[in-house]
């Protein structure tokens, strides 16, 4: 119970199982490269259902079809909402991996305060993502007792769960984050509380 006696609020924070060339090619935010499940991925997202239950009041998404599809199992209602989208990499949108990596400076590399700092080409920089993730943090768990589940991506939820806690990006980001895999978080008031991470 919150301070006033009343239930917290209960997010759950779902990264959507792994997509079609994961690992492959760089999918963002943008409409360039938008891929969804295969088989593998279709299997998480059963799994994850039965791991996390199907009590939700709520069931939003990222607009990304990868997202959407990962929460589809539950057979709710889905509404999209655009703060959980994953980060746009500007020009490196749907290119391969194996161009981008030996682009990026080695010391973002060896650094996560420099990770966290650093932007690719017209994309979006993490300080964004994380205003925008807060936001929605605080609309949806805004009432009390309220259950919601939310598909994402790596970079939001750990924002995220780094806005609730008070941690800054850089260590926000290096939080364990896997494919179809949940951290819950619950709202008490003014207070947050990690109930699990990467379950």
């Not at 499940?37 to 039965?50: C, D, M, P, S, Y």
């Amino acid at each position: 119970m919150t301070s006033a006696g009343q239930p917290p609020a209960r997010l759950v924070l779902l990264r959507h199982a792994v997509p079609a060339e994961a690992g492959e090619r760089c999918a963002g935010r943008g409409g360039v490269f938008d891929p969804g499940l295969e088989t593998l991925g279709r299997e998480q997202a059963a799994a994850a259902v039965q791991r996390l239950g199907r009590e939700f009041d709520l069931v939003v998404s990222s607009p990304a079809r990868r997202a959407r599809e990962t929460v589809a199992p539950w057979n709710l209602p889905v509404e999209v909402d655009e703060r959980l989208a994953e980060r746009s990499f500007g020009e490196w949108e749907g290119r391969p991996w194996t161009e981008l990596w030996p682009q990026v400076p080695a010391e973002v590399l060896a650094s996560a305060k420099a990770y966290a700092a650093f932007t690719p080409p017209g994309g979006e920089p993490y300080d964004a993502v994380a205003e925008r993730v807060q936001d929605a943090l605080r609309d949806l768990t805004a009432e009390p007792g309220r259950r919601v589940l939310a598909g994402t991506h790596a970079g939001p939820l750990r924002l995220a769960v780094g806005a609730a806690l008070g941690l800054p990006p850089a260590v926000a980001l290096t939080l364990c984050a896997e494919f179809a895999r949940a951290t819950e978080l619950e709202r008490h008031g003014d207070r947050w509380v990690l109930v699990g991470l990467n379950r």
